[in-house]
């Protein structure tokens, strides 16, 4: 236990004040067996990310937050923040409980899946199929259909919520759901735009009990859970060493606390209680190949396609795969979700391609977990993610290469294949911009991968050039080919 100073929910500190200060614990996971953990720039990102969040805590006077960072297969971070409970000072610490909220969805999602992957549903499938009893008021007299795909898109048009429970703090039973669905009316037609649903989600986690025969709690337990490993996750149980939830800060600098709220029968969209150990697990299994079975929950192509964005706010400016939201930051692509409960929010973001995930877990109704989380990436992430990354193995530029070079045509059009660098590059020679030149990756054997940064095109495809009495005549660029014009010396 590293001893550091907290900023209580009414705390106004100096800087010098936080310094000294020494009232409170940060608690830490022992850090991870492995050369990731052990390395000099990912511990110098944790004590510049951790430096950054004492300050959060005091200037904010925020409660308390949980952090873990996942490489692969490895949590090779977690810290807990501040505190558990203000009122009987308990800290923060990694085996912290908190409410996951929205997390929920990815396990709904991901039980649809499974039961998907075993032939028991398609995705195409119409609700009513599996829930003869789910009629809503339709937007239009021709809105078609709802399919368990909107539902896991939030395309299908419905309603946010299945009443007043976010301000009542009393969330509807499965019973009282199935009867007040007929006087549901929805906003859109289905696909008409992207509109986020709790109402969806909990559709869909009936649609999984139908379909499965198990309540969704216990199916999450049995399919998801278990399987992982994930024995301090559990569905809406007011179980020991669950953070106390408190409210946004007021201006005299007090906090409202939040007792346990059952989402009875919306556990599926928003019910299911975690640890940033247990998320870790979770986070871990959207990296893995493999058929699905045991702790592969499942195969790569399922896990693929819950990945993809599926449904695109009308601004482009966020979308949804299946269960996953999906947000761009720049030049990343990233998958997560955010959850928000009474007094609890909570954020992951997951970088596919690195294999690197963040998960910030909070209890405050003002914490901003998905800023903490950016930060969280971009620091501690980052380097996480270039301490663990793979150097792909470079075919070394042979000079002869240089035969290459040249004008190419065909009917379609030209290409000129140009030496820049060491490195072989095409480009459409009456292109009006120099942007983007389509870089030839050697691949052995004289033979080169087309790179492009769109999808369009050849991108991924074999390119190979053809010779004949000691002269290039020809490039392949996949199945098509150009035919040499003008050989460059």
Same mark, same amino acid.
């Given at each position: 236990? #590293? /001893?550091?100073?907290?900023?209580?929910?009414?705390?106004?500190?100096?800087?010098?004040?936080?310094?000294?200060?020494?009232?409170?614990?940060?608690?830490?996971?022992?850090?991870?067996?492995?050369? $990731?953990?052990?390395?000099?720039?990912?511990?110098?990102?944790?004590?510049?990310?951790?430096?950054?969040?004492?300050?959060?805590?005091?200037?904010?006077?925020?409660?308390?937050?949980?952090?873990?960072?996942?490489?692969?297969?490895?949590?090779?971070?977690?810290?807990?923040?501040?505190? =558990?409970?203000?009122?009987?000072?308990?800290?923060?610490?990694?085996?912290?409980?908190?409410?996951?909220? !929205?997390?929920?969805?990815?396990?709904?999602?991901?039980?649809?899946?499974?039961?998907?992957?075993?032939?028991?549903?398609?995705?195409?499938?119409?609700?009513? @199929?599996?829930?003869?009893?789910?009629?809503? +008021?339709?937007?239009?007299?021709?809105?078609?259909?709802?399919?368990?795909?909107?539902?896991?898109?939030?395309?299908?048009?419905?309603?946010?919520?299945?009443?007043?429970?976010?301000?009542?703090?009393?969330?509807?039973?499965?019973?009282?759901?199935?009867?007040?669905?007929?006087?549901?009316?929805?906003?859109?037609?289905?696909?008409?735009?992207?509109?986020?649903?709790?109402?969806?989600?909990?559709?869909?986690?009936?649609?999984?009990?139908?379909?499965?025969?198990?309540?969704?709690?216990?199916?999450?337990?049995?399919?998801?859970?278990?399987?992982?490993?994930?024995?301090?996750?559990?569905?809406?149980?007011?179980?020991?060493?669950?953070?106390?939830?408190?409210?946004?800060?007021?201006?005299?600098?007090?906090?409202?606390?939040?007792?346990?709220?059952?989402?009875?029968?919306?556990?599926?969209?928003?019910?299911?209680?975690?640890?940033?150990?247990?998320?870790?697990?979770?986070?871990?299994?959207?990296?893995?190949?493999?058929?699905?079975?045991?702790?592969?929950?499942?195969?790569?192509? !399922?896990?693929?396609?819950?990945?993809?964005?599926?449904?695109?706010?009308?601004?482009?400016?966020?979308?949804?795969? $299946?269960?996953?939201?999906?947000?761009?930051?720049?030049?990343?692509?990233?998958?997560?979700?955010?959850?928000?409960?009474?007094?609890?929010?909570? @954020? #992951?973001?997951?970088?596919?391609?690195?294999?690197?995930?963040?998960?910030?877990?909070?209890?405050?109704?003002?914490?901003?977990?998905?800023? $903490?989380?950016?930060?969280?990436?971009?620091?501690?992430?980052?380097?996480?993610? +270039?301490?663990?990354?793979? +150097?792909?193995?470079?075919?070394?530029?042979?000079? @002869?290469?240089?035969?290459?070079?040249?004008?190419?045509?065909? /009917?379609?059009?030209?290409?000129?294949?140009?030496?820049?660098?060491?490195?072989?590059?095409?480009?459409?020679?009456?292109?009006?911009?120099?942007?983007?030149?389509?870089?030839?990756?050697?691949?052995?054997?004289?033979?080169?991968?087309?790179?492009?940064?769109?999808?369009?095109?050849?991108?991924?495809?074999?390119?190979?050039?053809?010779?004949?009495?000691?002269?290039?005549?020809?490039?392949?660029?996949?199945?098509?080919?150009?035919?040499?014009?003008? =050989?460059?010396?």
């Amino acid at each position: 236990m #590293t /001893r550091c100073f907290r900023s209580g929910p009414t705390a106004a500190l100096s800087l010098a004040g936080i310094l000294l200060s020494g009232t409170a614990t940060r608690v830490c996971a022992q850090p991870a067996a492995s050369p $990731i953990a052990a390395n000099a720039d990912v511990g110098g990102a944790k004590r510049l990310f951790s430096a950054w969040m004492d300050g959060q805590l005091a200037y904010r006077g925020l409660p308390g937050v949980v952090v873990g960072v996942v490489a692969d297969q490895q949590l090779v971070w977690a810290q807990g923040f501040g505190l =558990a409970d203000v009122e009987n000072n308990v800290p923060m610490s990694p085996d912290t409980k908190f409410r996951m909220a !929205s997390h929920s969805k990815l396990f709904t999602a991901t039980s649809i899946m499974q039961l998907r992957e075993r032939n028991k549903l398609r995705l195409d499938d119409r609700v009513v @199929q599996y829930l003869p009893w789910f009629k809503v +008021k339709p937007a239009g007299e021709d809105d078609g259909p709802i399919t368990i795909e909107q539902l896991l898109t939030h395309a299908s048009g419905l309603p946010r919520e299945a009443g007043d429970h976010w301000t009542t703090n009393e969330f509807p039973t499965a019973d009282q759901l199935r009867a007040l669905m007929p006087e549901r009316e929805a906003p859109y037609a289905p696909q008409e735009r992207w509109k986020y649903s709790n109402l969806g989600f909990t559709v869909a986690g009936m649609v999984v009990e139908a379909v499965s025969e198990e309540r969704w709690a216990d199916y999450v337990q049995h399919h998801i859970f278990d399987p992982l490993a994930m024995s301090s996750s559990s569905v809406d149980v007011d179980v020991p060493g669950l953070a106390t939830g408190y409210g946004r800060r007021m201006p005299d600098g007090s906090r409202l606390r939040f007792p346990f709220v059952d989402a009875h029968g919306m556990a599926a969209a928003t019910g299911i209680t975690s640890t940033v150990g247990d998320m870790a697990k979770f986070v871990s299994a959207q990296f893995r190949r493999g058929p699905m079975g045991g702790a592969q929950i499942l195969s790569t192509a !399922s896990l693929r396609e819950m990945h993809r964005v599926r449904s695109l706010e009308n601004s482009w400016s966020s979308g949804t795969a $299946i269960g996953f939201a999906v947000t761009r930051v720049g030049d990343k692509t990233y998958v997560g979700h955010s959850g928000v409960y009474p007094g609890h929010m909570t @954020q #992951t973001l997951i970088d596919l391609d690195a294999k690197v995930g963040v998960i910030v877990l909070t209890n405050a109704q003002d914490s901003d977990p998905a800023g $903490i989380a950016q930060q969280l990436m971009n620091s501690v992430g980052t380097a996480v993610a +270039k301490a663990s990354s793979v +150097k792909p193995t470079v075919v070394a530029w042979d000079p @002869q290469w240089e035969r290459f070079a040249g004008l190419y045509r065909s /009917r379609g059009g030209d290409w000129q294949v140009i030496v820049l660098d060491q490195r072989l590059v095409m480009l459409v020679p009456n292109s009006p911009t120099l942007d983007g030149p389509n870089p030839l990756e050697p691949i052995g054997g004289g033979r080169f991968r087309y790179g492009s940064r769109s999808g369009g095109g050849s991108v991924g495809e074999v390119v190979r050039f053809v010779e004949q009495g000691g002269r290039v005549v020809r490039i392949y660029i996949g199945d098509s080919y150009f035919e040499r014009v003008l =050989a460059l010396r």
